[in-house]
């Protein structure tokens, strides 16, 4: 694998593969690599002979010094684990590469980045989200880009801006990757203590207390909400949010139509998670 720092040493790489008539796939991540990553990873190689991996932990996208300071960082086991899966290319520039001075120029998805996500973390998270992926994709220019369901709203912001702007690249979504009982995998995962590791996983359990009750027949999001948010309350967890949205749109849904996200945030021993879940109800009024 070969690791790179400077966006011309990366376009470089990218053009020798090119001439080698090799195919370009990109992974964005901000390290800490878990399963879920590698999962992107192992998908990008089936669509490209040049994997090409970033590496940055964005500042723009942090609303909070504290977090930004405590997001886990371990290059070298990164690299052991980027290796194993057969990436090409690593990309894990120093900030000043990816905000030089006067950097000035930002991007932002109307809309999409209001409610959720955008109403807990402010709405400089995802015009930092915006602007960076923005800027990868022209770093890099690949002919495909994969990035995961479990950030579902950054998914959609993600899709929509490459539409909007008509940067030549297909957008790919991966499913969750979840652990053996059911929490989504997540670099912050690594933050949480024992306890707060066992009740992490409650959030899966009310996502899945949603899909129970609209499995049972239940047409009402109220009402399916409310069966996961006293599995929530019994462990003592308030969440941020615990919404039931078009999957679209992002605006709230009353009854189950079509394609509804279901989506969650909560706080557990002091380590902010979220995870969501898709539920189909074709035909339904
Ligand atoms: P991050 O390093 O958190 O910015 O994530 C990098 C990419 O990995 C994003 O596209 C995430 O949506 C994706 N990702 C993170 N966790 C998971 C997971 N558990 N399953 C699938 N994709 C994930």
């Given at each position: 694998?070969?690791?790179?720092?400077?966006?011309?040493?990366?376009?470089?790489?990218?053009?020798?593969?090119?001439?080698?008539?090799?195919?370009?796939?990109?992974?964005?991540?901000?390290?800490?690599?878990?399963?879920?990553?590698?999962?992107?990873?192992?998908?990008?190689?089936?669509?490209?002979?040049?994997?090409?991996?970033?590496?940055?932990?964005?500042?723009?996208?942090?609303?909070?010094a504290?977090?930004?300071?405590?997001?886990?960082?371990?290059?070298?086991?990164?690299?052991?684990?980027?290796?194993?899966?057969?990436?090409?290319?690593?990309?894990?520039?120093?900030?000043?590469?990816?905000?030089?001075?006067?950097?000035?120029?930002?991007?932002?998805?109307?809309?999409?980045?209001?409610?959720?996500?955008?109403?807990?973390?402010?709405?400089?998270?995802?015009?930092?989200?915006?602007?960076?992926?923005?800027?990868?994709?022209?770093?890099?220019?690949?002919?495909?880009?994969?990035?995961?369901?479990?950030?579902?709203?950054?998914?959609?912001?993600?899709?929509?801006?490459?539409?909007?702007?008509?940067?030549?690249?297909?957008?790919?979504?991966?499913?969750?990757?979840?652990?053996?009982?059911?929490?989504?995998?997540?670099?912050?995962?690594?933050?949480?203590?024992?306890?707060a590791?066992?009740?992490?996983?409650?959030?899966?359990?009310?996502?899945?207390?949603?899909?129970?009750?609209?499995?049972?027949?239940?047409?009402?999001?109220?009402?399916?909400?409310a069966?996961?948010?006293?599995?929530?309350?019994?462990?003592?967890?308030?969440?941020?949010?615990?919404?039931a949205?078009?999957?679209?749109?992002?605006?709230?849904?009353?009854?189950?139509t079509?394609?509804?996200?279901?989506?969650?945030?909560?706080?557990?021993?002091?380590?902010?998670l979220?995870?969501?879940?898709?539920?189909?109800?074709?035909?339904?009024?």
């Open positions: 694998m070969i690791v790179v720092r400077r966006v011309d040493e990366l376009r470089a790489v990218i053009r020798a593969a090119r001439v080698r008539g090799e195919r370009i796939a990109f992974v964005p991540t901000m390290g800490a690599l878990h399963d879920g990553h590698l999962a992107l990873m192992q998908r990008a190689r089936k669509d490209g002979e040049c994997v090409v991996v970033s590496l940055f932990v964005n500042p723009a996208q942090f609303t909070e504290v977090d930004l300071d405590g997001y886990p960082r371990d290059e070298a086991r990164d690299v052991r684990l980027l290796e194993s899966v057969g990436v090409h290319v690593l990309f894990a520039p120093a900030v000043d590469e990816v905000y030089p001075g006067g950097f000035a120029t930002t991007v932002e998805v109307a809309e999409l980045s209001v409610p959720l996500e955008g109403v807990a973390r402010g709405p400089q998270h995802f015009r930092g989200v915006a602007t960076v992926v923005t800027k990868l994709l022209n770093m890099v220019q690949p002919d495909a880009a994969f990035f995961g369901q479990k950030d579902a709203q950054q998914a959609l912001i993600i899709q929509r801006l490459v539409r909007d702007l008509d940067l030549p690249v297909r957008i790919e979504i991966c499913p969750t990757v979840r652990e053996a009982d059911g929490l989504a995998m997540s670099s912050r995962n690594a933050l949480l203590d024992s306890a590791r066992q009740k992490a996983v409650t959030l899966w359990k009310a996502l899945s207390a949603v899909e129970h009750a609209v499995a049972r027949g239940e047409t009402h999001t109220a009402i399916a909400l069966a996961g948010s006293i599995l929530l309350k019994a462990e003592g967890i308030e969440p941020e949010y615990f919404a949205v078009d999957a679209a749109t992002l605006l709230p849904v009353t009854s189950f079509g394609t509804t996200l279901i989506a969650i945030a909560a706080r557990v021993g002091g380590v902010r979220i995870d969501n879940v898709l539920i189909h109800r074709e035909g339904a009024a």
